[in-house]
C-alpha cells in the first residue's frame, strides 16, 4: 500500500503561483509513474503532468511552460510548481501513482484561480 498526500493548493489570483505537494508514505518513485490530474466542477478528470521513473516530464498544451513536475527522492515527495495561473486551472488536483500493477491517488487539494 501506499499513501499519498497531497498539500499546497488555496487561493491565487490570476498570474500567481502555487506549489503543490504530494508525499508518498514510502519510497516509489522507481516504480511508479507520478500524474497530476485535476477535475474543474462539471469537467472530467484530466491528466495535466506526468514524472516518468526515469525522470522524464510531459504536460498537457495548456500548462506547459508555466507548470514544473519536479521529484525529490529523500523526501518521498513530488511538487508541481504552477506560475502564471489562470482562471481556467481552478480545479481540485489529484496526485496519482501508476504502475503495472496498480494505482493510488491521494486525497485532492482545491486550487481556485480568481481575483
Known amino acids: 500500500q501506499v499513501q499519498l498526500v497531497e498539500s499546497g493548493g488555496g487561493l491565487v489570483q490570476p498570474g500567481g503561483s502555487l506549489r503543490l505537494s504530494c508525499a508518498a508514505s514510502r519510497s516509489i518513485f522507481g516504480i511508479y509513474t507520478m500524474n497530476w490530474y485535476r477535475q474543474a466542477p462539471g469537467k472530467q478528470r484530466e491528466l495535466v503532468a506526468v514524472?516518468?521513473?526515469?525522470?522524464?516530464?510531459n504536460y498537457i498544451d495548456s500548462v506547459k511552460g508555466r507548470f514544473t513536475f519536479a521529484r525529490d527522492n529523500a523526501k518521498n515527495t513530488v511538487y508541481l510548481q504552477m506560475n502564471n495561473l489562470k482562471p481556467e486551472d481552478t480545479a481540485v488536483y489529484y496526485c496519482?501513482?501508476?504502475?503495472?500493477?496498480?494505482?493510488?491517488w491521494g486525497q485532492g487539494t482545491q486550487v481556485t484561480v480568481s481575483s
Open positions: 496519482n501513482a501508476q504502475s503495472l500493477r496498480d494505482t493510488y
Open positions: 514524472l516518468t521513473t526515469g525522470g522524464s516530464t
